[in-house]
């Protein structure tokens, strides 16, 4: 019955076949010849399987997971350099029909307060992050078909664009909400997104339906079945992703390289992104209420895990994981983070009060952008904001050709180094700004190409003289 090419979500995602690779993993884990042969293959840097995957989870032995680590680490190194870009998620409406169980923007929750942006307070909010310094934006939003109807989601996205305040410019909006039609993704092309992020949620789909006991999200096919939905609109990067806490971690990690296979098989290239968000407190939501928590050594190893598996999918960690966490994770393949997150309904432009918080969940990390960018730089990174491979048209199986042939770090150094430049002239503090400088003046070096290099040191110069938006 498993179907990696079948378009029916219990096809690819087949439980039997999640059942027997992890009855196969378990069965392995201390097979150590087989162990090896898999992380020799992993050495390649071309993936590993769902079932080789899985083994390596399984294996608890501290040789291996450490080789694990170093390998993830060095395929970072590898494919990702030392950048890291930056961007913020953007709360439009927390008006749901769901029951999501994990989510206090369920439907039953009767004293949140329920929040949904007219297009001039989206503006206060966009001017509010562009004076941050941010580029490119996550949108959010309940899936409500009368508050949040697509002609609003797709009307909140021109005002996104269009507004230029000072240096700003909001050059990437990535959206997350629900599942819909093939004729919405279409719309939601044209109105020039760049990734369409949807999280799974939960892989399990006996625990999908109970997490998920009314609205249409209960809808376990129509859900998992949303990314092929979103292709067939001509959305190239589409983000998986699951909330670990919900279901068994081994099933979950199971389920989403088949998710990965599935869309590589059927539509030629992978996911472009997978999130890795863990459960968080929020309003009426107790993450103790979930016995599936994992801790922070599994939350690594999966990251790790994912690294290697899915070498060119990049890797996405939030705010709701605090500053240590982020950083042990960036250096096993985190390859963007968001900074200075607000996950309520208008937060950026207006503090709310506590008493009438419409967060989504508590941000474990506080820190500013300033803060945020200033550490990366601390710890030798290149906070990034850049935009390019979007505005290039570099998306979809165009953009895993570049990086498939490594042509991509001939542009995404430079680019990083450009964007931060303008982030440091336009809005770093004193200290940030002399840290970086420091930093670009250092890695400018790193470019291989002595064409690309002369070009990005001529871009630099004009960008201290008041140009903007060079790109490779
Ligand atoms: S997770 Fe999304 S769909 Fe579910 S209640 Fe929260 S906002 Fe609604
Ligand atoms: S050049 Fe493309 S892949 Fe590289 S950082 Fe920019 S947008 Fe991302």
């Not at 009307?155 to 997350?176: M, P, Q």
Request: charged letters at 30%; one cysteine or more; glycine letters at 6%.
């Amino acid at each position: 019955m498993y179907n990696p090419k079948s378009l029916k979500a219990e096809e690819f995602i087949c439980h039997e076949e999640i059942l027997e690779t992890l009855d196969y993993a378990e069965k392995n884990k201390n097979n150590l010849e087989l162990v090896d042969s898999i992380i020799e293959k992993a050495k390649l840097r071309k993936g590993l399987s769902h079932r080789e995957a899985s083994v390596l989870l399984a294996c608890e032995d501290e040789e291996r997971t450490n080789q694990l680590f170093d390998l993830a680490q060095q395929i970072k190194k590898d494919f990702y350099g030392n950048r890291i870009v930056m961007f913020a998620p953007l709360y439009l409406s927390n008006y749901c029909v769901n029951g999501c169980v994990y989510c206090p923007y369920h439907h039953q929750n009767k004293h949140i307060p329920r929040k949904k942006l007219s297009q001039d307070e989206i503006r206060r909010e966009v001017i509010a992050l562009q004076d941050m310094g941010h580029k490119r934006l996550a949108i959010e939003a309940g899936e409500d078909p009368v508050n949040n109807p697509i002609e609003y989601i797709l009307e909140s996205i021109k005002t996104i664009y269009d507004i230029k305040h000072k240096n700003g410019a909001i050059r990437r909006v990535n959206v997350n909400i629900a599942a819909t039609t093939v004729e919405n993704y279409r719309k939601l092309k044209e109105a020039g997104i760049g990734t369409y992020i949807l999280f799974q949620e939960t892989y399990h789909k006996e625990s999908y339906e109970k997490l998920h006991p009314t609205g249409p999200k209960h809808n376990y096919a129509y859900h998992t079945e949303a990314m092929d939905r979103a292709m067939e609109g001509g959305i190239d990067d589409v983000g998986l992703g699951v909330l670990f806490g919900l279901e068994l971690y081994k099933y979950e990690f199971a389920g989403l390289l088949m998710h990965a296979e599935h869309l590589e098989a059927v539509h030629g290239v992978g996911p472009h992104t997978i999130s890795v968000p863990r459960i968080k407190r929020a309003d009426d939501i107790d993450p103790t209420q979930f016995d599936n928590g994992i801790s922070d050594e599994i939350f690594a190893k999966l990251c790790a895990l994912i690294r290697v598996c899915v070498p060119y999918t990049g890797m996405i960690i939030s705010t709701r994981e605090s500053k240590e966490v982020r950083e042990k994770v960036i250096r096993l393949g985190v390859s963007q983070i968001s900074g200075a997150s607000k996950t309520s309904v208008g937060g950026y432009s207006e503090e709310e009060p506590e008493e009438e918080s419409s967060e989504q969940f508590d941000v474990s990390d506080k820190r500013t952008l300033d803060e945020v960018v200033r550490w990366l730089m601390g710890f030798g990174y290149i906070p990034s904001f850049c935009t390019a491979c979007y505005r290039e048209g570099r998306t979809g199986d165009r953009f895993m050709a570049l990086c498939k042939n490594g042509q991509i770090q001939n542009c995404c150094h430079p680019n990083a180094l450009m964007t931060l430049k303008e982030y440091l002239m336009d809005y770093a503090s004193d200290e940030t700004k002399k840290i970086g400088i420091e930093l670009i003046k250092k890695e400018i070096e790193n470019i291989p190409n002595p064409k690309v290099k002369e070009i990005a040191l001529n871009n630099l110069e004009q960008i201290e003289n008041g140009k903007r938006d060079f790109r490779f």
